[in-house]
Structure formats: C-alpha cells, structure tokens
C-alpha cells in the first residue's frame, strides 16, 4: 500500500456509500454475513431493498458457487438488518483491503454489530458433519492481514486489542438461545487459511495440535476489520466435512453445500432468536 492509500480508502468508500444511501432508505445496526450453503437466511428477511455487489462502486463481486452476490436490506425478529448474500475470499485474489471494503462502507453507513456465519472442516473429534458451532475465538494464518499499511486513526488504533474478538456479551446470548430451543452447538477455536486446497492428513495434524477445533478460508478478516471498528461480533460455523486424518475422505463443493444446508436450519434458529434478545 502507497501513502495515498487513505485518501484513495476514504473517497471509495465515500462513493460506496452515497451509491447505498441513495438506493436505501434503511440504516441497519446489524450486519449478517451469510456463509457458504447458507445464503437462504436471506430468505427469512422481510426484504426493502436487494442491491448486486456489481453495482455498488468500488465492491468486490463474488465468484464462489453458492454466493448469490447482494446486499439484503430489511428486517428480521424485528431488527433492521443488512445481509451480505456471498462473501469475498482471500484465495479469489482480492487484497485483504478488498475484503475488509464492504465492512467499512456498511459501518460508516450505520452498523454496529457483525454476525458472521462460514463453513468449515471439522477437525475436533467430538464435531460431526451438520453440526454447528459458536466461535470462541480465532487463529490467523492466512499470512496476511487487513490492517497491514498506513492506519486511518478515525476508523481505529493502530494497534487494536484483540483478546476479545467475538463479544463475550453476544456469544453469552447465543448460548443461552441454543439451550433454550435445545439446539446442540458446540463452542471452539477457529482457524482460517488462505485455500483454495483443502488441507493434507499432516496438516490437519498440526493445525488440531496448535490449537484449532474447525479451519476454513474466511471470517478472521472481516471480524480483524470489525474489530479495529470497535464493532461486536458474533461467529457461527458450519461443519461440513469431519477433517480426521486417520479416517479422511475426499470432500467436494457439492459435499460442502450440502452439510452446510443440514446445518442451516438450526442455525437460522439462532441467529433470528438471538436478535431478538440484542
């Protein structure tokens, strides 16, 4: 990044956000990010506006397969609520920067919360395929960051705490609303890497080993770039596929949509109880 890139940042962002304000009446306080199989959330919004990715000024375009590519603006359990109907991935060959743009422009618009849903492998022997899990906290290494070059001190630190990413407050509300509906959903430690490859048996090895309950190929950016906001976050995995070394399977996309869809349901459960209680 050149030394012009916050002015550069900052006029993007500016045009972004007059193109929505012009399309939109709607200032939402919550953003949902609809993962992998899981873009029919969008579905259960009571829609005021849909707006292509390709239309807004300067915004990535989704090019994965279950990635419809649109903001969805409307309201859900009674909250006004934006959802990004696809989400943009480091392996697509956007910059992180690139990825952390729609989370800018939506929190200069009006948003304060970020509930972020994705797929992923399963590599904690207690997790099955279908199952659903609230993340803890994370672990980057996709080798690159959305915060790396010159910091816009108005949006944040230049160096921003990071021990509490996913609010303790909100993931405290998710928990009880999975006991309330007698929902199974487990809690663990998230690992992000750069794919597009799925992992090898040794790799899973030593991701489990450092630390990691599930590894997929998204959310740390979007929830670093929250964070540096002073947005809160909500995390909520899929699994979709059982990442064992010992028993591992070829996996592929269609296998992933769909545990990502025997996931959805209870997941969608959640998230419209859990706004209900925010």
């Not at 939109?24 to 506006?49: C, K, S």
């Not at 390709?54 to 309201?75: C, D, K, R, Y």
């Not at 743009?101 to 099955?128: D, E, K, T, W």
């Amino acid at each position: 990044m050149n030394r012009e890139s916050v002015t550069e940042f900052r006029k993007k962002r500016d045009e972004a956000l007059s193109y929505l304000e012009e399309q939109t009446q709607q200032r939402p306080e919550h953003l949902i990010i609809l993962g992998t199989g899981l873009g029919n959330l969008a579905d259960e919004i009571d829609v005021e506006a849909a707006i292509s990715y390709a239309n807004i000024p300067h915004f990535p375009v989704s090019t994965v397969q279950s990635h419809e590519g649109q903001l969805i603006f409307g309201s859900l359990s009674g909250k006004k609520v934006v959802a990004m109907q696809g989400r943009f991935h480091y392996y697509e060959g956007y910059s992180m920067q690139e990825i952390a743009f729609p989370i800018r422009v939506l929190h200069a618009l009006s948003v304060q919360m970020m509930i972020v849903s994705n797929s992923c492998g399963g590599m904690n022997p207690n997790y099955q395929r279908g199952d659903i899990m609230l993340i803890n906290d994370h672990i980057n290494m996709l080798g690159d960051n959305p915060l790396i070059g010159p910091n816009d001190d108005d949006l944040g630190p230049r160096f921003p705490d990071m021990s509490d990413p996913y609010t303790k407050e909100l993931r405290n509300i998710a928990e009880q609303v999975a006991l309330d509906k007698g929902i199974k959903m487990h809690e663990g430690v998230y690992l992000a890497l750069s794919g597009p490859t799925l992992e090898t048996k040794a790799e899973y090895r030593f991701l489990r080993m450092i630390g990691a309950d599930v590894v997929g190929m998204s959310t740390v950016p979007e929830v670093i770039t929250a964070v540096h906001m002073d947005m809160q976050v909500l995390g909520i995995s899929a699994i979709t596929d059982e990442c064992f070394p010992d028993a591992l399977e070829p996996v592929s996309i269609e296998d992933v949509v769909e545990a990502a869809e025997m996931a959805e349901p209870d997941m969608t459960r959640i998230i419209k109880d859990f706004l209900t209680r925010v």
